[in-house]
């Protein structure tokens, strides 16, 4: 009995830690422009297709309407190819992730950026590159703007690199 208990406890103390680590999680995911740029970079680094959702139409569409994630994607998978690669290979996981507003009013923000980096390529990479020094830091930095379009926050064009 005291064997199962030992083991059980744990995992009571791990349940309890989430239910109080949940509601301040999701009340900092409030609609605000640096929300919005984090989002974005999490997905554009992770190359994730839901990118897309935090882009203004403006920096989502070119002057000839073409979808530039869509552009980026097919690039990605091009550079995958010709370098021999998965593309998922190619994703990076953001793992500092800082902004500052330099700047804001009710429709535009500018935002800066910066971003430490790892790449993504099994969940135990982190834990064998630590161990056997095989991390590479990769570091980003930007100055991003953010427009409100139909009362949400978007990021602008600029700022990350997607095709023109």
């Given at each position: ?12 103390v791990?349940?309890m ?39 203004s ?70 834990i ?30 600029g ?6």
């Open positions: 009995m005291k064997n199962c208990f030992r083991s059980i406890l744990p995992l009571i791990l349940s830690a989430l239910c109080l680590y949940a509601p301040p999680a999701l009340a900092a995911s409030a609609d605000s422009p640096e929300e919005a740029v984090k989002s974005f970079a999490r997905n554009y680094f992770m190359l994730d297709a839901d990118m897309a959702n935090y882009l139409r403006e920096a989502l569409y070119n002057e000839n309407d073409v979808n530039r994630v869509d552009m980026f994607f097919r690039l990605k998978e091009q550079d995958a190819a010709e370098r021999g690669l998965e593309m998922a290979y190619l994703k990076m996981r953001p793992l500092l992730m800082k902004t500052r507003v330099v700047e804001e009013n009710e429709d535009t923000a500018v935002i800066e950026f910066s971003a430490v980096m790892i790449r993504s390529i099994n969940p135990l990479y982190r064998v590159g630590y161990v056997f020094g095989l991390l590479e830091e990769h570091e980003f930095e930007a100055t991003v703007t953010a427009v409100k379009e139909d009362g949400t926050w978007k990021v602008g064009p700022g990350f690199r997607l095709p023109a």
